[in-house]
């Protein structure tokens, strides 16, 4: 098993700026992509941004330009700084792990428990 902990999340205002952070342990084999989620009130968990072992990103489009991800493999972290924060961008952003089976083909995912981001006056 994989343990994925989100820190970094609290009460921003808007306009405002925040770093999260997720550092994986456990029992670590090859992690490959590892993302960030997130899930508004009342709505779908939906992919903020992702990043490959070898650094390629990728970024929702209501993020781009805003949001930066970034990974260090020797610690199995990766974080998100998100700047000029939006009101609607309130939501519980999880963190994702993909970690390369041993025993079949294919990733197997894990989720963190998630730290909350709400972005209020």
């Known amino acids: 098993q994989v343990q994925l902990l989100e820190s970094g999340g609290g009460l921003v205002q808007p306009g405002g700026s925040l770093r999260l952070s997720c550092a994986a342990s456990?029992?670590?084999?090859?992690?490959?992509?590892m993302a960030w989620y997130r899930e508004a009130p009342g709505k779908e968990r939906d992919l903020v941004a992702s990043?490959?072992?070898?650094?390629?990103?990728n970024y929702s489009d209501s993020v781009k330009g805003r949001f930066t991800i970034s990974r260090d493999n020797a610690k199995n972290t990766i974080y998100l700084q998100m700047e000029n924060l939006k009101r609607e961008w309130t939501a519980v952003y999880y963190c994702?792990?993909?970690?390369?089976?041993?025993?079949?083909?294919?990733?197997?995912?894990?989720w963190g428990q998630g730290a909350q981001m709400p972005v209020s006056a």
């Open positions: 994702n792990a993909r970690q390369l089976s041993r025993a079949t083909p294919g990733d197997v995912p894990y």
């Open positions: 456990g029992n670590i084999f090859i992690i490959n992509t």
């Open positions: 990043i490959t072992r070898g650094s390629v990103k």
